[in-house]
């Protein structure tokens, strides 16, 4: 069990950029979440798939985030045309219903600086 | 929607017993949770209450009253390394299960 992980764990762009992350889940986790998280604040959920269906996405997913599963093991998360207020942690997180307590186990996060 | 409330802050002292106390409002409450969250890591889960009472993990202990919409982390025999966020987290059937968190506690232990 190598855990949740994420790439990159840190991405400095310029405003207007696209920007695009990895998370390889648990293997054998069906569930996988996005959060953001900014400093001093706890995650806030963004979308979660449950295997490569994308079955809710949060108020907080404007237009410009978009995220796959393709296969329904590792997913990415686009942002297009990148703002300053996109600057946060971007974790990702993954669960297999049906264990004892189907809780989320987290991968270290993306940290986005827009500059 | 849902509300969490939780201190932003609390400091004690090595060796000490902290209780961080955490209040919820949700529509389909299906179990709490309490992660431990160092300062540039992720979440790490601690502990789990989808009854009335009290859970025990060694050091750590969980309380949940459904009723009353609250729920309490106690941490015993502090120590250093236990100074870190700790995130109040609900699970809510009627938003797919998702999980909602609270701003997060920031504690302090100090010798």
């Known amino acids: 069990d190598t855990g949740v992980s994420q790439d990159p764990r840190h991405k400095i762009t310029k405003r207007g950029q696209n920007v695009t992350f990895r998370c390889d889940p648990i293997?054998?986790?069906?569930?996988l979440y996005w959060y953001r998280q900014t400093l001093g604040q706890g995650p806030e959920f963004l979308t979660y798939?449950?295997?490569?269906?994308?079955?809710?996405k949060s108020r907080l997913l404007s237009d410009r985030f978009s995220a796959e599963r393709p296969k329904g093991s590792f997913s990415t998360l686009e942002i297009q045309r990148t703002e300053q207020g996109d600057s946060a942690m971007y974790l990702c997180?993954?669960?297999?219903?049906?264990?004892?307590?189907?809780?989320?186990?987290f991968g270290p996060g993306t940290r986005l600086t827009v500059l | 929607g849902q509300n969490i409330d939780q201190p932003t802050e609390m400091t004690a002292t090595e060796g000490a017993i902290v209780q961080i106390n955490c209040t919820y409002q949700?529509?389909?409450?299906?179990?709490l949770f309490w992660y431990q969250q160092h300062a540039g890591e992720a979440p790490t889960f601690l502990s789990y209450?989808?009854?009335?009472g009290l859970e025990e993990k060694g050091r750590f202990s969980s309380f949940l009253s459904r009723s009353k919409g609250y729920s309490y982390l106690l941490l015993k025999e502090l120590q250093m390394k236990d100074s870190a966020s700790y995130l109040c987290?609900?699970?809510?059937?009627?938003?797919?299960?998702?999980?909602?968190f609270g701003g997060g506690t920031r504690l302090m232990v100090k010798p």
């Open positions: 798939f449950q295997n490569e269906a994308q079955l809710e």
């Open positions: 293997s054998e986790h069906n569930r």
């Open positions: 987290a609900v699970r809510d059937s009627n938003a797919g299960n998702m999980l909602t």
């Open positions: 997180a993954s669960s297999l219903p049906g264990s004892s307590y189907n809780e989320q186990f």
């Open positions: 209450n989808v009854l009335d």
């Open positions: 949700t529509s389909g409450f299906n179990g």
